[in-house]
C-alpha cells in the first residue's frame, strides 16, 4: 500500500514507488504524463497487456536492440494515468507524473 499511497501525491515518478533508479531517459515518446524510454524496453507487452484503457500497442519498427517497444494508439487523451504500465515494466522503461 506504500506504493499506492505515493502514487497519489503529485508529481510522482513511478521509479520512485518501485525503488528503481532513473536516467537514460534521454530517447523518450511522451504524451502528456506518460514517459516511455523506448531503449530500455526489452519488448516483454506487460505494459500493452495491463493497459486498462488499451492504450498501449507495439511499435511498427525496433529500438536499438531490436525489440519492439509499446507506442500510444490513441492521440486523443485516452490514458487516465493509473501506472498500471510502469508498475508492471521489468526494465523500469516507463514513467508516469500525475499533474497538480
Ligand atoms: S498510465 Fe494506465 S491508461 Fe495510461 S498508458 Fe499506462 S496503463 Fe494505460
Ligand atoms: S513492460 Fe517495459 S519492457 Fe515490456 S514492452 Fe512494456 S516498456 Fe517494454
Known amino acids: 500500500m506504500k506504493g499506492l499511497e505515493k502514487l497519489k501525491k503529485s ?3 513511478v ?3 518501485t525503488g528503481r533508479q532513473k536516467g537514460g531517459f ?3 515518446l511522451i504524451k502528456q504524463k506518460v514517459i516511455i524510454n ?3 524496453c526489452k519488448g516483454c507487452g506487460y505494459c ?3 493497459c486498462n484503457k488499451k492504450n498501449l ?3 511498427a519498427g525496433y529500438n536499438q536492440k531490436n525489440f519492439l517497444y509499446p507506442e500510444f494508439t490513441d492521440r486523443e487523451n485516452k490514458c487516465n494515468s493509473c501506472a498500471l504500465c510502469a508498475l508492471m515494466c521489468p526494465e523500469a ?3 508516469v ?3 497538480k
Open 38 to 40: 523506448k531503449e530500455k
Open 93 to 95: 522503461a516507463i514513467e
Open 57 to 59: 500497442a507495439f511499435s
Open 11 to 13: 508529481p510522482i515518478s
Open 26 to 28: 534521454d530517447r523518450m
Open 48 to 50: 500493452i497487456e495491463f
Open 15 to 17: 521509479s520512485d514507488c
Open 97 to 99: 507524473y500525475k499533474e
